[in-house]
């Protein structure tokens, strides 16, 4: 009877614990997405990125990768990778979307710099598209970086 008691409350822990690390998962996403979202809009409102880019990659945007994409594709700056190493990104989905509608976003793993990324871009007045990104966690991730406190829980209970 003990056992059985056990591992229903175990298993009723774990599955609640792996249900609230999608919710604030999904949580955490749109609060990401928000944020660039923002940090993209405003990026276009100052101008900065509309036609002038910096010789060197010298702009440090604190664990904010932003590319600069021309209408062919073609990276015309990145403040994390060399442009001339970097494969064409007409195909990305945030990039055509936001060739298309003004405005797009993505969840994806960067090839260039070998990472899981949020991805929000923004065609700017001169028809190229600036795009912000993020580095992200998985959702695996962040169950595993949970379970510490799902195991003090347990042991608590």
């Known amino acids: 009877m003990y056992f059985r008691l056990t591992a229903v409350s175990l298993s009723a822990i774990l599955l609640t614990s792996l249900l609230l690390t999608f919710v604030f998962y999904g949580v955490f996403r749109k609060e990401v997405m928000s944020n660039l979202r923002q940090t993209a809009y405003a990026l276009k409102a100052s101008g900065a990125y509309d036609g002038k880019y910096p010789e060197n990659n010298t702009i440090s945007a604190d664990m904010l990768r932003i590319t600069?994409?021309?209408?062919?594709?073609?990276a015309v700056y990145d403040n994390e990778a060399d442009i001339?190493?970097?494969?064409?990104?007409?195909?990305?989905?945030?990039?055509?979307?936001?060739?298309?509608?003004?405005?797009?976003?993505?969840?994806?793993?960067?090839?260039?710099?070998?990472?899981?990324?949020?991805?929000?871009?923004?065609?700017?007045?001169?028809?190229?598209?600036?795009?912000?990104?993020?580095?992200s966690g998985s959702i695996l991730g962040v169950f595993f970086a949970a379970v510490p406190v799902i195991l003090v829980i347990i042991l608590l209970l």
């Open 68 to 74: 600069v994409i021309a209408d062919d594709g073609k």
């Open 84 to 135: 001339a190493s970097m494969e064409n990104h007409a195909g990305r989905s945030e990039i055509k979307k936001a060739m298309l509608t003004g405005e797009g976003e993505a969840i994806r793993h960067s090839h260039t710099i070998d990472q899981s990324m949020f991805y929000y871009a923004v065609r700017l007045n001169s028809g190229y598209v600036l795009r912000v990104a993020r580095q």
